[in-house]
């Protein structure tokens, strides 16, 4: 069987496709795995990285919404919606399944154009416009979040890696501590922005950081990989450790009793799989589906939310750090957190996939 995963540009994107990866080899070794994506993309690290083939296309930004600009694009779609053909062809390709991303909406016209079984997994409550396109051409449809407004979608969850899916984060807990080089006693704070980092959220951190630290709170911060630091907090007890990117987000979520970051699907889904309780600063910008996203946690008594604008260190203090204090509390939020996560969508999409191709 030979299964072609369209989904590229962001790590919201890759990271559930190759989860679908994992689960599909898990079940049979060979299987061929083709990821589409762009040379724009983080795919062109990450795919590589987890030992799976990468074919490039044409990358075709789209709008968000059906309007007028789409008439300018028709000549540089139909160029990659002939490279991705070109692609399912060499493959040999039994099925497509889009996960959204620039990458996607070539993907998916491609192999209708083929007579290719399409399947479409939408993350997010708010889908893109590559996935509503797909979702027209198939009746194979997958969600994220219960609330996606996709027709005639199924909601299975978001597929995870099998080591944050199946973590046990409180036996990890010393051995992840260890490995950030902080001690194995103290409550600890992650701090994430996304894929990307946030400046605001890295801004409130920092300014935080001395009152956290005469509390007795040790924190992980992860800046992201393009953002810079002027002024980091100096050496001393509790430790600030500073990293601008964790390739073993399963060590931070484990060190961690408690998390400030931003809403994004795949965060909300791998921090309710491991029952990680956290504050959520949704993006201010795009369609507000990162609120949407967190919504349903935050009532589920899994995490405590916050707009942009209202963030600060202030809030931090008055906010978050009560909790961390609160031992009883980080656990009913744990516990809370634990009841929202689906550590099993991987291996559901997967049968379905494979349901779906052997047809």
Not at 146 to 173: C, H, Q, T, V, W
Not at 177 to 196: I, M, N
């Amino acid at each position: 069987m030979r299964v072609v995963l369209a989904g590229g540009g962001t790590a919201g994107h890759i990271e559930p496709a190759l989860a679908l990866a994992d689960a599909l080899r898990q079940h049979d070794p060979s299987i061929g795995i083709t990821c589409l994506g762009t040379e724009r993309g983080l795919e062109t690290r990450l795919v590589p990285a987890r030992g799976y083939e990468l074919e490039l296309v044409p990358a075709v930004p789209l709008p968000r919404s059906l309007t007028p600009q789409l008439l300018a694009v028709p000549g540089r779609l139909a160029g990659a919606i002939s490279a991705a053909a070109g692609i399912l062809d060499r493959v040999q390709a039994d099925v497509l399944v889009g996960f959204g991303g620039y990458v996607a909406t070539p993907g998916y016209l491609a192999a209708r154009r083929r007579g290719i079984p399409i399947v479409v997994h939408e993350a997010n409550p708010r889908p893109g416009l590559a996935n509503r396109l797909g979702a027209r051409l198939t009746e194979h449809v997958f969600t994220g979040h219960p609330d996606a407004s996709l027709p005639n979608a199924e909601y299975i969850g978001i597929p995870l890696r099998r080591d944050i899916a199946k973590m046990d984060r409180l036996s990890l807990g010393d051995k992840a501590r260890s490995y950030f080089g902080l001690e194995s006693d103290r409550p600890t704070l992650l701090v994430f922005g996304g894929s990307q980092g946030a400046r605001s959220i890295n801004e409130a951190a920092l300014e935080a950081a001395p009152y956290l630290r005469r509390a007795g709170i040790q924190v992980l911060h992860v800046i992201g990989p393009k953002n810079t630091v002027e002024v980091e907090p100096p050496p001393g007890d509790p430790q600030y450790v500073i990293l601008p990117y964790v390739d073993r987000m399963d060590y931070a979520y484990a060190a961690a009793d408690f998390a400030l970051c931003r809403g994004g699907a795949m965060s909300c889904a791998e921090l309710t799989a491991v029952g990680l309780p956290a504050a959520f600063i949704p993006l201010p910008h795009g369609n507000g589906e990162q609120r949407l996203n967190a919504e349903p946690i935050v009532r589920g008594g899994g995490g405590i939310m916050i707009d942009n604008a209202q963030l600060s260190a202030r809030w931090i203090v008055e906010t978050v750090l009560p909790i961390l204090n609160d031992p009883e509390r980080v656990m009913r939020m744990s516990e809370a957190a634990s009841r929202m996560g689906r550590g099993d969508a991987d291996v559901a999409l997967a049968r379905k996939v494979l349901e779906i191709a052997s047809r």
